[in-house]
């Protein structure tokens, strides 16, 4: 850590600007001054004071297939009065591919030289940079400029990654967030930024308390001494703390392990209005906590009053998110649960042998 963020970059190498070592921040410069030869040819207005301010609006398109580089055009406005964003779009462009397709003006090819494609989308103009432009970084990889020190930057980054827990051996995603998080600090110091790399050990937590309350349960309960635990022990105490977790799992300690499962009343139900609904199905309306909800409900033996099991929208049950859901022509929002779907065994209707059918829990 200290190596990495106070030693790690000291050696005496040359800075390079930006521009001489990231291509895609260098061609801004021959975007904006494109933009600006542009403009004095379609609307007679010189804007080349404004060069630095449009290099600043450039930025990456939504998309990768608009190509590397996009021009908002809000920023002529004001000196194009009367013009709309999306007129100026339109009109520089068109000017600079027919300059582009004619060759009848020099500075224009030699400005598109590297431009592949220029294309407008509304307001935007969108640059698609040439693959011979773009292999140019080849070089200046194998050569080293590309990863030598960049100018030093104000901005200080903290970046906290990993966290391992002390009471459960590292395993594969801890190895990612390690990985993932070093990387990252070292990107970040590579362009510049003095970065602090933080990494926490969660040394206390419910974790921790799970644990102790296992490991004290343990020596109660089966005279568990910790001086004979052999060593290394690390594995072992992942191997408590796993069992700490499964002993206190909701499903462990309740018979129905349901959360977000709450309860509602029914306040009216009616027959579904769609004449090609089966016929057991009923829009059904239910009062939760204050909050009432329309549900398409297929299932019997609820009342209205009744109190049933609801899973509401944004709940999830049996592994799946409960969302809102169209039933020909009404939109179901939760879910009203039967006994066989809470787990509870239904012995009149078991004897009956109605499988097919499931009763709401009320």
Partial sequence: YQRRVHGGHNSTQTIMSLDD????????????????????????????????????????????????????????????????????????????????????????????????????????????????????????????????????????????????NTHKAFHVGHMRNAALGDSLVRLYEAIGHPVVAANYFGDEGAHIAKCLWFLRRQTAQTGLKLEDVPKPRGEWLGVMYSNAVEALELDTLTDYPHPGVVTAKVLSMEKHSAADAPPNWHKVVVDFGGKTAVVVCGGE????????????????????????????????????????????????????????KYSALI
């Fill in 21 to 164: 070592v990231h291509l895609l921040e260098g061609a801004k410069k021959t975007i904006s001054d494109l933009i600006i030869h542009a403009i004095n040819a379609v609307f007679s207005e010189n804007v080349q004071d404004i060069s630095g301010e449009i290099i600043k609006t450039i930025t990456r398109p939504a998309k990768i297939e608009f190509g590397e580089w996009s021009l908002p055009c809000f920023t002529f406005v004001k000196r194009l009065k009367g013009q709309k964003p999306v007129e100026i779009s339109a009109k520089l462009v068109g000017w600079i591919n027919e300059v582009i397709k004619s060759g009848s003006d020099e500075s224009i090819r030699n400005l598109t030289a590297d431009i592949q494609k220029v294309e407008a989308a509304g307001a935007y103009i969108n640059f698609t940079l040439s693959l011979s432009f773009i292999t140019k970084v080849i070089p200046l990889i194998l050569d080293g400029s590309f990863t030598a020190k960049r100018a030093s930057v104000k901005d200080r980054v903290m970046i906290e990654y990993s966290q391992p």
């Fill in 301 to 356: 033996g609820y009342n209205i009053g009744d109190i049933i099991a609801y899973a509401p929208v944004g709940s999830r049950f049996a592994g799946k998110s409960i969302d809102p859901k169209d039933f020909k022509g009404i939109e179901s929002h939760g879910m009203i649960l039967s006994k066989r779907e809470m787990g509870i065994e239904d012995k009149a209707k078991k004897k009956k042998k109605k499988k097919k």
